[in-house]
């Protein structure tokens, strides 16, 4: 199976901008969660996506926002871009086995805001 | 409150020499608890997960963690390092029932000396 997918992978903005991102999951995976990776913060959870409903939500000002489509993908969208949201931004998929549930990470987008 | 904290932000060891990354939690009851690797400018893969079947969990590349309820401990460890092995580690927790919100400890970075 093809991993997780994200795109674009580099973005150069500059402040009071909007960025959409974008996030294919892994084929029949139906949850998709997004984080923030920055030096400063680390790894950051933003929001949590299922079956086009978002189920859960970290501590991010409104200007965050994502959605679901009916395939699955996600994407999210910053929107007054700030410097402070450089960053990369990772998108992950999971699966319920019976093992328990597993994300799976693509390989991320790095926002640059000028 | 709940947290992961990882002990040590910077392990340096040589070739062919053990590896520990240490990983304490603070949780009211057992969460899930995961580690993921990190190599640079890629996204994150995950190397082990401690799903209650077993205390000792082993993981891709030789690497396995012991999780310990009474110290509520979650270290990584792996015998021999290898030069491939110098990336950063995360310690990861889910508190909320659910493995697809994940809470991520600040991260290891491990060096690998020839």
């Known amino acids: 199976k093809a991993g997780v997918t994200q795109t674009p992978r580099y973005l150069i903005k500059t402040r009071g901008q909007q960025v959409t991102l974008s996030c294919s999951p892994i084929?029949?995976?139906?949850?998709v969660s997004w984080y923030q990776q920055t030096p400063g913060q680390g790894l950051q959870f933003l929001f949590e996506?299922?079956?086009?409903?978002?189920?859960n939500k970290g501590n991010f000002p409104g200007r965050f926002s994502g959605r679901q489509f009916s395939n699955s993908r996600s994407e999210m969208n910053v929107s007054t871009l700030e410097l402070g949201d450089s960053a990369l931004y990772l998108c992950?998929?999971?699966?319920?086995?019976?093992?328990?549930?597993?994300?799976?990470f693509g390989p991320g987008t790095r926002l640059l805001v000028l | 409150a709940q947290s992961v904290t990882q002990l040590d932000s910077h392990v340096s060891v040589s070739e062919g020499t053990p590896v520990l990354l240490r990983c304490n939690y603070s949780?009211?009851?057992?969460?899930?608890l995961f580690w993921y690797v990190q190599h640079p400018n890629k996204g994150l893969q995950l190397l082990l997960k401690?799903?209650?079947?077993?205390?000792l969990v082993k993981g891709i590349n030789g690497f396995e963690a012991e999780f310990k309820k009474s110290e509520t401990s979650f270290h990584l460890t792996k015998p021999s390092a290898h030069m491939s092995d110098a990336a950063e580690y995360f310690c990861?927790?889910?508190?909320?029932?659910?493995?697809?919100?994940?809470?991520f400890g600040s991260g290891t970075q491990l060096t690998v000396l020839p």
């Open positions: 084929s029949g995976h139906r949850s």
């Open positions: 990861v927790v889910s508190f909320s029932g659910s493995a697809r919100q994940l809470t």
């Open positions: 949780s009211s009851y057992s969460p899930s």
């Open positions: 992950a998929s999971s699966s319920r086995t019976g093992g328990g549930e597993t994300q799976y």
């Open positions: 996506y299922f079956s086009e409903t978002q189920r």
């Open positions: 401690y799903t209650s079947a077993a205390t």
